[in-house]
Nanobody, 121 residues
Framework: QVQLMESGGGDVQAGGSLRLSCAAS????????MDWYRRAPGKQRELVAR???????TYSDSVKGRFTISSDGAKKTVYLQMNGLTPEDSGTYYC???????????????WGQGTQVTVSS
C-alpha cells in the first residue's frame, strides 16, 4: 500500500510564502503524475498544479507565476512553493499521485490527508 504524507501548511500573512511537501511511502514502480489540489471553504476542489513524469508542469490560472511545483529525482516527493500568497489561496491543500505499484499493475490514485493553509490580509 502507498501512503502520502503532507507537511508545510500553516498561517501566513498576505504576500508571504509557504512550501508544501508530500512524500510517498511504500513500493512504487512508476509515477505518472503528481498533483496539488486545494479546497477553499464553500468552493469546489481545484487542481492547482501538476507535475508529470516527463517533468512538464501545469498550473491553474489563479496561481500561475506565483506557485512552483517540483519533485525529487525519485518522484516520490512533490513540493509546492507558494509565493505572493493572498487570502484567496487559503484552504486545505491535498496532494495526489497517479502511479503504478508494479510494472504490470494498473495505474492507481492516492491522496494525502490534506494540510491547511491560511493567509490573512
Amino acid at each position: 500500500q502507498v501512503q502520502l504524507m503532507e507537511s508545510g501548511g500553516g498561517d501566513v500573512q498576505a504576500g508571504g510564502s509557504l512550501r508544501l511537501s508530500c512524500a510517498a511511502s511504500g513500493s512504487i514502480f512508476s509515477t505518472d503524475a503528481m498533483d496539488w489540489y486545494r479546497r477553499a471553504p464553500g468552493k469546489q476542489r481545484e487542481l492547482v498544479a501538476r507535475f508529470y513524469n516527463s517533468g512538464r508542469t501545469t498550473y491553474s490560472d489563479s496561481v500561475k507565476g506565483r506557485f512552483t511545483i517540483s519533485s525529487d529525482g525519485a518522484k516520490k516527493t512533490v513540493y509546492l512553493q507558494m509565493n505572493g500568497l493572498t487570502p484567496e489561496d487559503s484552504g486545505t491543500y491535498y496532494c495526489k499521485f497517479r502511479l503504478q505499484r508494479t510494472r504490470s499493475g494498473n495505474y492507481e490514485e492516492y491522496w494525502g490527508q490534506g494540510t491547511q493553509v491560511t493567509v490573512s490580509s
